[in-house]
């Protein structure tokens, strides 16, 4: 099964292209969506990061707390890399869960924020880089999140850069706004699935 790795700096667009890819009818992995869920979920990730991090970690209810993670590790490199070192794993013992399932899908897409950071654009046979504009970046993400420039500054330097990324990206899909997105994404499906045909 080909799997193709799509990632992108925060509000590149990246979810926005994967649901184009859905609507084509290809399965997706939201490698952030199912760590999100892993942390409230999986009892003992829960135990490691309360370990970790504290009793603040989670609410009375045993929920994340997400606020109270974030203002630690998006302010100290160390400790960022103390939750990823958590996280990850369970993330990818979840994707090869997950793969088992979409077996006959003609190709399979994984969509994460850190794909290059966190090396697992090597689990995939392809990936794929969305690219946009800075400033637009974060007018995106201050529209969608309601968070201060300087956070979003934040996040964006614990990321590699798009001239860094672009290096180690197979494809590039360009949302700018200067550029029609969907032909690019058509025009990529069909290269998966004539590569998807022949594997």
Same mark, same amino acid.
């Given at each position: 099964?080909?799997?193709? #790795?799509?990632?992108?700096?925060? #509000?590149?667009?990246?979810?926005?292209?994967?649901?184009?890819?859905?609507?084509?009818?290809?399965?997706?992995?939201?490698?952030?969506?199912?760590? !999100?869920?892993?942390?409230?979920?999986?009892?003992?990730? !829960?135990? +490691?990061?309360?370990?970790?991090?504290?009793?603040?970690?989670?609410?009375?209810? #045993?929920?994340?707390?997400?606020?109270?993670?974030?203002?630690?590790?998006?302010?100290?490199?160390?400790?960022?890399?103390?939750?990823?070192?958590?996280?990850?794993?369970?993330?990818?013992?979840?994707?090869?869960?997950?793969?088992?399932?979409?077996?006959?899908?003609?190709?399979?897409?994984?969509?994460?924020?850190?794909?290059?950071?966190? !090396?697992?654009?090597?689990?995939?046979?392809?990936?794929?880089?969305?690219?946009?504009? +800075?400033?637009?970046?974060?007018?995106?993400?201050?529209?969608?999140?309601?968070?201060?420039?300087?956070?979003?500054?934040?996040?964006? !330097?614990?990321?590699?850069?798009? +001239?860094?990324?672009?290096?180690?990206?197979?494809?590039?899909?360009?949302?700018?706004?200067?550029?029609?997105?969907?032909?690019?994404?058509?025009?990529?499906?069909?290269?998966?699935?004539?590569?998807?045909?022949?594997?």
């Amino acid at each position: 099964m080909l799997k193709i #790795g799509i990632t992108g700096g925060i #509000g590149s667009g990246k979810t926005t292209v994967c649901r184009v890819f859905e609507l084509l009818g290809i399965p997706i992995f939201y490698a952030d969506t199912v760590a !999100k869920l892993i942390m409230n979920t999986d009892p003992v990730l !829960k135990e +490691e990061i309360l370990k970790t991090f504290g009793q603040k970690s989670y609410s009375m209810d #045993g929920e994340l707390n997400r606020s109270y993670i974030s203002s630690i590790v998006f302010k100290n490199e160390s400790e960022l890399d103390k939750l990823n070192a958590l996280v990850h794993p369970a993330v990818f013992r979840a994707f090869d869960n997950w793969l088992g399932i979409h077996y006959d899908a003609p190709y399979i897409i994984k969509e994460a924020a850190l794909l290059f950071e966190t !090396k697992s654009y090597t689990m995939c046979d392809l990936s794929v880089l969305v690219v946009s504009p +800075e400033a637009l970046r974060v007018k995106r993400v201050i529209a969608r999140d309601a968070i201060s420039q300087d956070e979003i500054a934040l996040r964006m !330097k614990r990321q590699l850069s798009d +001239e860094q990324k672009m290096k180690l990206a197979d494809h590039i899909l360009f949302n700018d706004e200067s550029r029609l997105l969907i032909p690019q994404i058509l025009e990529l499906d069909q290269q998966f699935l004539n590569i998807g045909k022949r594997s």
